[in-house]
């Protein structure tokens, strides 16, 4: 997972190139983890371009925005050349070129972006340039539909180019969001949430992220909010997921009609324990929730655990399995001590240990 870092972004600029520089601050501060120097970019009084490229080099990244305002009609190549070119790869400093006008900057200054009235399509270029890298997360193919061209401007605007909360009526335009824009997020997060607990999304969310939170539902939440807040990260929530807007630098897509299903083992234990019924086949029931549990202990899913044992634990009690019902009662009693919730594990291990350990010698102190 990519690590918290905020590149620091030096545009060299005219005074009369003011009012261009903020804006191209503004949008870039906005979508991407960067500072951009803007006060010290202004060319002042006794300095140049080149001066200023020059001192620009003490930033991650260097932003020369060309106009008529900056670059003299005659600009011999003797004369930039080594500050705009040479020295930054000799020192290992990133630098790309902006044309804000319809000047003529030397054409062999690369990268480009044209800006030229503040182009939108221009400002997600540069954007893109600095972060340097977008989501690998491949959006199923199915559903898929190519008829989202207004939408995805409009999704563009208020998902990419800032952090924001929006809707799409079906997973296909959502889909067609996230491959035009994976490059304007750090990482892309699926969550099929209809039907499904808190617990168990917050489970699915933490694997997702490569994190093993073993604690309780309300501090798996906490967690994950305090890791997503400060990234770029885009959520797919299809059909629900309110508890997983998080705010701060993320962005969320509210899909109301989902994709298709995602199968895993864990999954499929969660849903035959949650529509079992008295026609399910048991032994398949008891089956499928060792398997659950085995999975989730493995993967430090220790929320999703204790409600799959609890449903276990009813549907042992309803079809009168004493096995399983003292299995599953263990299993909540480890769980419970393991988040410290000793009073509660205590009282599940008597009232299990009355209804099943035969002959159980009682102590008394």
Known sequence: MQTLTRTTVFPCYSPEDRATAA???????????????LGEGE?????????KARDARTADAVLVLFSRNSIPPRWPRAQWEGALVNEPREEGVRIAFVRCDDCNPPAVLKERFELAGLRRSGLREVKRWLRARG?????????RDLDHAGYLEDLGISLADRAGVS?????GLAYEFARAYCEDFDEIFRLECGGRSVAA??????????????????????RLADFCTPRRFLFLLEEGGGDFVFGGRCSTLLVEEPGPPVQDEIRTAQYALAHADATSDWDE?????????????????????????QQ?????????????MD????????????????????KLEIHRAAEFDEQLPLQFF
Not at 135 to 143: F, I, N, V
Not at 201 to 222: N, P, Y
Not at 285 to 309: D, K, N, P, Q
Not at 312 to 324: I, S, V
Request: charged share 30%; aromatic share 6%.
């Open 135 to 143: 989501a690998s997360w491949a959006p199923p193919e199915e559903p």
């Open 327 to 346: 299995e599953s009662a263990r299993e909540m009693v480890w769980i419970l001590e393991g988040w410290g919730r000793s009073d509660e594990a205590r």
């Open 23 to 37: 804006a191209l601050a503004e949008f870039l501060e906005r979508g991407a983890d960067v500072e951009v120097l």
């Open 312 to 324: 276990w634990n009813d549907l042992a009690r309803e079809c009168e399995d004493p096995g399983a």
């Open 43 to 51: 060319i002042r009084p006794g300095e140049d371009l080149v001066s």
């Open 285 to 309: 029931i008891c089956h499928r929730a060792r398997t659950g549990r085995r999975l989730m202990h493995e993967s430090g899913r220790l929320a999703e655990c204790y409600e799959l044992m």
């Open 201 to 222: 999304l917050a489970g699915d969310l933490a694997a997702q992220l490569g994190l093993r939170l073993e604690g309780e539902v309300a501090a798996t939440l906490k």
């Open 167 to 171: 809707t799409a009526a079906g997973a």
